[in-house]
């Protein structure tokens, strides 16, 4: 099956440093999403992405966080000047199409830690 | 409001026994879609079934089973003879027509099959 790959799997960074979490997509999935999860809680929602802009995005992800689709294939997520309370697992997810039915699929999930 | 409401924050259970994860939902759509995904240590999320708002059969694939009642807006899992490999978080999902963008999870129910 498909895979939605994530990179890194694990990244540390010091309070106020910049992190770019990389992803690439599905190859032929349209819309993309980033989401995280806090130790011990559920998945939230940070933002979608479809036609290179943001269709949608959460209160979670403020001036700090920006997203970019470079070139063909890979999704990033940004954060400018990371928090303490940043450290989180973030997901990228895809899908083929917008419509509610579809599942997303999942990448393994990048792992911050912010010290 | 929760969207999506996972009670049982952990369970365990003796292997072989069969385990229900309740899960109960709110939503003012009459278009809705229903997911479960699987979080296992290794920490990526697994699909496991999606079921739509029209649709109130009982699904059953080998050892899963869901029951979808929109009376009491629920989608409760059952997994029969559960083993080992079941423990992980099992989350469940809404995704609405009006925000078709977002899947709205629970708060994970952490599963523990003892051997």
């Known amino acids: 099956e498909p895979e939605v790959t994530q990179t890194p799997s694990h990244q540390v960074t010091q309070m106020g440093q910049e992190v770019i979490l990389r992803c690439v997509p599905i190859?032929?999935?349209?819309?993309f999403y980033w989401y995280r999860q806090i130790l011990g809680q559920k998945v939230e929602f940070l933002v979608s992405f479809y036609n290179n802009e943001i269709s949608e995005k959460s209160e979670i992800f403020d001036d700090q966080f920006s997203v970019e689709r470079p070139d063909g294939s890979n999704f990033t997520l940004k954060i400018r000047s990371t928090k303490l309370e940043d450290s989180a697992m973030y997901f990228c997810a895809s899908r083929s199409r917008g419509d509610t039915n579809e599942k997303l699929f999942f990448g393994s999930g990048t792992q911050l830690s912010v010290l | 409001a929760q969207k999506v409401t996972q009670a049982q924050t952990e369970i365990s259970v003796v292997e072989k026994e069969d385990v229900t994860l309740d899960c109960v939902y709110e939503t003012r759509d009459t278009t809705y879609y229903l997911f479960w995904y699987k979080q296992p240590p290794s920490g990526e999320l697994v699909f496991l079934i999606r079921r739509n708002s029209f649709d109130e059969q009982n699904e059953i694939s080998g050892r899963y089973s869901w029951n979808f009642q929109k009376s009491t807006s629920s989608f409760n899992f059952t997994i029969t003879a559960s083993q080992v490999v079941d423990s992980a978080v099992y989350f469940c999902?809404?995704?609405?027509?009006?925000?078709?963008?977002?899947?709205?999870f629970g708060t994970g129910t952490s599963l523990t099959v003892i051997p």
């Open positions: 190859s032929n999935h349209l819309y």
């Open positions: 999902a809404l995704s609405e027509t009006n925000t078709g963008n977002q899947f709205y």
